[in-house]
């Protein structure tokens, strides 16, 4: 498959100023008439042909002013028809096979209704068109079926008109709005609403519904809520107004990503719409909030303003994921918000920078859009857009933000034209910023500080590491918050921000005092990794002083990680590790009794760094040592802390169920303490985790338990799990916790298990959140997936090649995981990399695995 190159970029030939589709729908069969306007663009090249995209499309008919059309050829997939004048009408008829699409993109079926998914390229799988965000048109639809398999039938925009004829009926939805067609959607279904309405700053009534199957009613309030508060939101936070009469959210069960953000019609994974407390955990409420908050933030950011092309997808994604995590900080504990985005980013887009499929937010080539969707134009995306809000403060952020709605409103825009707005609104010179669009990699500062007499003089080292493609590197502009505390307990921190631009920059601190400890990039101020010599008494300082409650998290952090570098690279002798066994002890213990701290954030200041995380701080990562050596920690910890852990454990079992953070922070440190019991004294760990599951009245606490009692060979685990399948087998979403608890356990055999959840009647390859539940929950388990046999290796390398045909997309995301091979020890490695081979090797693959795979072999 061809390599795409940003620097082609080249308008369109044609302009589609109106487009008319037509669906007689049917499971089965469907027929797409399509009436488009074109006319030629004065500002592109002239051409005597339109392309018109197609992907696997069935042609019944083209006419040309409504006539046959005699001038057109196929190329590859794509219609190419030559045209004489400067505008015509094109009518095409296609026919698509909905129920038998398993990819999932364009029309497809799920649990008996009709739906439709468009990003990046399905538009193309449903009729011919020039499949490409820069290509805005005016989209009237009409859609008719069966009243009795679709009674309700919706698309973009507000409905203009409807009516029946005989056992049909039928339904014409016009969108004022012109959008790319990624932005197209239809869904017809027979389905229910939850429905609202919400009054936009200017006095406008808006018609809010959720759209469920019957049965699903119940769980829909909190997305509901969620909506009104994030347009509430908006409006208070950025200026945005919502700007169509209804809108529409549909939740469907088969979906390869979270959500859709369709003009006035988003389309959801069931995942991120339906909660209740016995059903879903205090967790899947805060991802439902973030993600309805993220998709409706799209319809200014993405929709009103989208993407000229491909390349500039964190136009729309880096701000709105920005967007998404600034509401969610406003909803809930600030704080907490920031360590779980930061602890996202380090355990997901790190790994991705630092691997053979690192690329920058901006990507200068692809074969296949859909693998850019990564945690890299989304979470780096966000961090880079965050750091230019840091730089300018949020007030003047905000002249830039407005700047950029009014400029580029209705038109298709690049990540420049966003730099340029914020630049010339917040007033920044952001020239040499720029490069955190081109350049990939995760920038690593070394810091070292030298005291003479008062004075302490920094010296900040930056280095960006090479990257496939980009070996050499320009010096990057990292903000950096710092402040300076006093251990000899003298004025409290001040707060600064030191901007680095240069290879090495220097900072002199005027009267320093003696004991001073340096608190670095709070607030993870930057997207970077910083290396420093710390005493570990600092680091304990500041683990239990830091005002920050992110540099707080951090200095916990460092802590652990310092111990267990060591420790698994075999560099630490006995003292040094007893010394280091008893300082995490003790800053942990503080942090269990401190009572100035809520339970959300002692929860945060309680989690150990993951694996991924700590394989990342190593060149070459021996899995199985760390994992052991984390193992080992958390015993230690859980027997030297016993005491405590039980009595907080009681004490948030105490507190009554309530969606307050005071009861949020309750249960998420109740199932902590549960799992370092555990660690310790498995035995009486058992009757623990057996009677928090007896007395469980919400999910949260019932998914803690049996995720404690799922990594001990007793025989409450075999009752428990047993126990939980009957109870919630008519809920898709619960038992696909019940897959991933066990493939995420850390059960001897786990392995074993992931095989037979494979073959259990419940286990289908064609709904993406159960493959997620099991393979990505197995993939994420160190345990598991490195296991020495190789076995785990084998299971996803099989998984792939299983999965690929049926839905590539969803394929390709688990090739990243066996893509790390270079930096595991060369036994594992050898077996990971002989595992993408046989990948490779396989006669027919798509596009999507192609290319990662292809990548990821290097
Ligand atoms: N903008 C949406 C992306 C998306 C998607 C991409 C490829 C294949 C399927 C997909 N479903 C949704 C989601 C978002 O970022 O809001
Ligand atoms: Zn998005």
Same mark, same amino acid.
């Given at each position: 498959?061809?390599?795409?190159?940003?620097?082609?970029y080249?308008?369109?030939?044609?302009?589609?100023?109106?487009?008319?589709?037509?669906?007689?729908?049917?499971?089965?069969?469907?027929?797409?008439?399509?009436?488009?306007e074109?006319?030629?663009?004065?500002?592109?090249?002239?051409?005597?042909?339109?392309?018109?995209?197609?992907?696997?499309?069935?042609?019944?008919?083209?006419?040309?002013?409504?006539?046959?059309?005699?001038?057109?050829?196929?190329?590859?997939?794509?219609?190419?028809?030559?045209?004489?004048?400067?505008?015509?009408?094109?009518?095409?008829?296609?026919?698509?096979?909905?129920?038998?699409?398993?990819?999932?993109?364009?029309?497809?079926?799920?649990?008996g209704?009709?739906?439709?998914?468009?990003?990046?390229?399905?538009?193309?799988?449903?009729?011919?068109?020039?499949?490409?965000?820069?290509?805005?048109?005016?989209?009237?639809?009409?859609?008719?079926?069966?009243?009795?398999?679709?009674?309700?039938l919706?698309?973009?925009?507000?409905?203009?008109?409807?009516g029946?004829?005989?056992?049909?009926?039928?339904?014409?939805?016009?969108?004022p709005? $012109?959008?790319?067609?990624?932005?197209?959607?239809?869904?017809?279904?027979?389905?229910v609403?939850?429905?609202?309405?919400?009054?936009?700053?200017?006095?406008?009534?808006?018609?809010?519904?959720?759209?469920?199957?019957?049965?699903?009613?119940?769980?829909?309030?909190?997305?509901?809520?969620?909506?009104?508060?994030?347009?509430t939101?908006?409006?208070?936070?950025?200026?945005?107004?919502?700007?169509?009469?209804?809108?529409n959210?549909?939740?469907?069960?088969?979906?390869?990503?979270?959500?859709m953000?369709?003009?006035?019609?988003?389309?959801?994974?069931?995942?991120?719409?339906?909660?209740?407390?016995?059903t879903?955990?205090?967790?899947?409420?805060?991802?439902?909030?973030?993600?309805?908050?993220?998709?409706?933030?799209?319809?200014w950011?993405?929709?009103?303003?989208?993407c000229?092309?491909?390349?500039?997808?964190?136009?729309?994604?880096?701000?709105?994921?920005?967007?998404?995590?600034?509401?969610?900080?406003?909803?809930?504990?600030?704080?907490?918000?920031?360590?779980?985005?930061?602890?996202?980013?380090?355990?997901?887009?790190?790994?991705?920078?630092?691997?053979?499929?690192?690329?920058? /937010?901006?990507?200068?080539?692809?074969?296949?859009?859909?693998?850019?969707?990564?945690?890299t134009?989304?979470?780096?995306?966000?961090?880079?857009?965050?750091?230019?809000?840091?730089?300018?403060?949020?007030?003047?952020?905000?002249?830039?933000?407005?700047?950029?709605?009014?400029?580029?409103?209705?038109?298709?825009?690049t990540?420049?034209?966003?730099?340029?707005?914020?630049?010339?609104?917040?007033?920044?010179?952001?020239?040499?910023?720029?490069l955190?669009y081109?350049?990939?990699?995760t920038?690593?500062?070394?810091?070292?500080?030298?005291?003479s007499?008062?004075?302490?003089?920094?010296?900040?080292?930056?280095?960006?590491?090479?990257?496939?493609?980009?070996?050499?590197?320009?010096?990057?502009?990292?903000?950096?918050?710092?402040a300076?505390?006093?251990?000899g307990?003298?004025?409290p921190?001040?707060?600064?921000?030191?901007?680095?631009?240069?290879a090495e920059?220097?900072?002199?601190?005027?009267?320093?005092?003696?004991?001073?400890?340096?608190?670095?990039?709070?607030?993870?101020?930057?997207?970077?990794?910083?290396?420093? *010599?710390?005493?570990?008494?600092?680091?304990a300082?500041?683990?239990?002083?830091?005002?920050?409650?992110?540099?707080?998290?951090?200095?916990?952090?460092d802590?652990?990680?310092?111990?267990?570098?060591?420790a698994?690279?075999?560099?630490?002798?006995?003292?040094?590790r007893?010394?280091?066994?008893?300082?995490?002890?003790?800053?942990?213990?503080?942090?269990?009794? *401190?009572?100035?701290?809520?339970?959300?954030?002692?929860?945060?200041?309680?989690?150990?760094?993951?694996?991924?995380?700590?394989?990342?701080?190593?060149?070459?990562?021996? $899995?199985?040592?760390?994992?052991?050596?984390?193992?080992?920690?958390?015993?230690?910890?859980?027997?030297?802390?016993?005491?405590?852990?039980?009595a907080?454990?009681?004490?948030?079992?105490?507190?009554?169920?309530?969606?307050?953070?005071?009861a949020?922070?309750?249960?998420?440190?109740?199932?902590?303490?549960?799992?370092?019991?555990?660690?310790?004294?498995?035995?009486?760990?058992?009757?623990?985790?057996?009677?928090?599951?007896?007395?469980a009245?919400?999910?949260?606490?019932?998914?803690?338990?049996?995720?404690?009692?799922?990594?001990? *060979?007793? $025989?409450?685990?075999t009752?428990?799990?047993?126990?939980?399948?009957?109870?919630?087998?008519?809920? $898709?979403?619960?038992?696909?916790?019940?897959?991933?608890?066990?493939?995420?356990?850390?059960?001897?055999q786990v392995?074993?298990?992931v095989?037979?959840?494979?073959?259990?009647?419940?286990?289908?390859?064609?709904?993406?959140?159960?493959?997620?539940?099991?393979?990505?929950?197995?993939?994420?388990?160190?345990?598991?997936?490195?296991a020495?046999?190789?076995?785990?290796?084998?299971?996803?390398?099989?998984?792939?090649?299983?999965l *690929?045909?049926?839905?590539?997309?969803?394929?390709?995301?688990?090739?990243?995981s066996?893509?790390?091979?270079?930096? /595991?020890?060369?036994?594992?490695?050898?077996?990971?990399?002989?595992?993408?081979?046989?990948?490779?090797?396989?006669?027919?693959?798509?596009?999507?695995?192609?290319?990662?795979?292809?990548?990821?072999?290097?």
């Amino acid at each position: 498959p061809a390599e795409i190159f940003r620097k082609d970029y080249k308008p369109f030939a044609w302009r589609m100023p109106n487009t008319f589709l037509d669906f007689q729908l049917g499971l089965d069969e469907t027929l797409v008439t399509a009436t488009l306007e074109v006319e030629r663009n004065p500002v592109a090249e002239v051409s005597r042909t339109i392309r018109l995209n197609g992907d696997g499309l069935e042609l019944v008919s083209l006419h040309c002013d409504g006539a046959d059309c005699e001038g057109h050829t196929m190329d590859g997939d794509d219609l190419v028809i030559s045209l004489s004048g400067d505008s015509h009408t094109l009518t095409i008829v296609t026919r698509l096979a909905p129920s038998a699409n398993s990819q999932l993109m364009g029309l497809y079926a799920s649990n008996g209704m009709l739906c439709t998914q468009c990003e990046a390229e399905g538009f193309r799988r449903i009729t011919f068109f020039p499949d490409r965000p820069d290509v805005l048109s005016t989209y009237t639809v009409r859609m008719s079926g069966p009243k009795a398999l679709f009674p309700i039938l919706l698309s973009n925009g507000n409905r203009t008109d409807s009516g029946e004829e005989g056992e049909n009926h039928w339904a014409e939805w016009h969108d004022p709005w $012109p959008k790319p067609s990624y932005l197209f959607a239809l869904v017809a279904g027979d389905l229910v609403a939850r429905v609202d309405s919400f009054t936009t700053m200017s006095g406008r009534k808006v018609d809010l519904a959720v759209w469920v199957r019957d049965e699903d009613l119940p769980r829909t309030e909190h997305a509901m809520e969620s909506l009104k508060r994030a347009m509430t939101w908006d409006e208070e936070t950025f200026g945005r107004e919502y700007d169509l009469d209804c809108f529409n959210i549909v939740a469907v069960s088969d979906f390869n990503m979270g959500a859709m953000e369709n003009k006035g019609l988003n389309v959801f994974n069931t995942k991120y719409v339906l909660a209740d407390p016995e059903t879903a955990t205090d967790g899947d409420y805060d991802g439902i909030e973030g993600v309805i908050g993220h998709e409706y933030f799209h319809n200014w950011s993405g929709n009103r303003i989208t993407c000229r092309d491909w390349f500039q997808l964190s136009l729309k994604e880096g701000f709105t994921v920005l967007r998404d995590q600034l509401f969610s900080q406003d909803m809930g504990s600030a704080p907490v918000k920031r360590i779980e985005d930061v602890r996202v980013l380090r355990s997901v887009q790190f790994p991705e920078d630092s691997g053979p499929l690192a690329h920058p /937010i901006r990507p200068d080539s692809f074969r296949e859009i859909s693998n850019f969707y990564t945690a890299t134009v989304y979470n780096k995306g966000a961090e880079v857009i965050r750091m230019m809000r840091t730089m300018a403060g949020p007030e003047r952020f905000r002249k830039g933000t407005d700047l950029y709605f009014e400029r580029h409103d209705g038109e298709a825009a690049t990540c420049e034209d966003f730099v340029s707005a914020i630049e010339d609104g917040a007033g920044l010179d952001l020239k040499q910023f720029r490069l955190w669009y081109s350049q990939a990699g995760t920038p690593r500062i070394k810091l070292d500080s030298e005291r003479s007499g008062d004075k302490l003089e920094l010296t900040f080292r930056q280095e960006v590491p090479p990257t496939p493609g980009q070996d050499t590197k320009q010096p990057m502009v990292i903000p950096l918050k710092t402040a300076l505390f006093d251990r000899g307990g003298g004025e409290p921190a001040k707060e600064s921000l030191v901007v680095l631009d240069s290879a090495e920059t220097k900072v002199t601190i005027e009267d320093a005092p003696e004991n001073a400890v340096l608190s670095l990039n709070r607030g993870f101020s930057a997207p970077v990794r910083i290396e420093r *010599d710390i005493a570990r008494e600092d680091l304990a300082f500041l683990a239990m002083h830091d005002d920050d409650p992110f540099a707080r998290y951090e200095a916990m952090q460092d802590l652990v990680v310092g111990h267990l570098v060591e420790a698994a690279g075999g560099t630490q002798g006995d003292n040094s590790r007893t010394e280091a066994e008893d300082a995490i002890v003790q800053a942990l213990g503080a942090i269990l009794t *401190d009572d100035r701290l809520d339970d959300l954030m002692r929860g945060e200041l309680m989690l150990l760094p993951s694996v991924t995380y700590l394989m990342e701080q190593l060149l070459i990562a021996d $899995p199985a040592l760390i994992h052991a050596e984390r193992e080992a920690l958390k015993a230690k910890l859980g027997a030297s802390l016993g005491d405590s852990f039980k009595a907080l454990h009681e004490r948030a079992a105490a507190v009554p169920f309530a969606m307050d953070a005071a009861a949020k922070g309750a249960r998420k440190v109740k199932s902590l303490a549960l799992a370092y019991c555990a660690a310790a004294d498995p035995v009486r760990a058992s009757q623990m985790a057996d009677e928090q599951y007896d007395r469980a009245d919400n999910m949260t606490d019932r998914q803690g338990a049996l995720m404690a009692l799922c990594g001990i *060979d007793s $025989p409450e685990r075999t009752a428990r799990l047993l126990d939980f399948y009957e109870r919630y087998k008519g809920n $898709p979403l619960v038992i696909d916790k019940w897959f991933a608890i066990q493939a995420s356990s850390l059960h001897p055999q786990v392995v074993e298990h992931v095989k037979a959840l494979a073959d259990h009647p419940d286990f289908t390859l064609k709904n993406p959140n159960r493959v997620r539940s099991l393979y990505m929950a197995f993939a994420g388990n160190p345990h598991g997936f490195h296991a020495a046999s190789g076995e785990g290796y084998r299971m996803i390398a099989d998984l792939i090649l299983a999965l *690929d045909p049926l839905n590539a997309q969803t394929a390709a995301r688990f090739v990243p995981s066996l893509g790390r091979w270079r930096r /595991i020890e060369p036994k594992r490695a050898g077996m990971m990399q002989a595992e993408l081979q046989r990948i490779a090797d396989a006669p027919k693959l798509s596009r999507d695995t192609y290319e990662q795979v292809t990548r990821s072999l290097g």
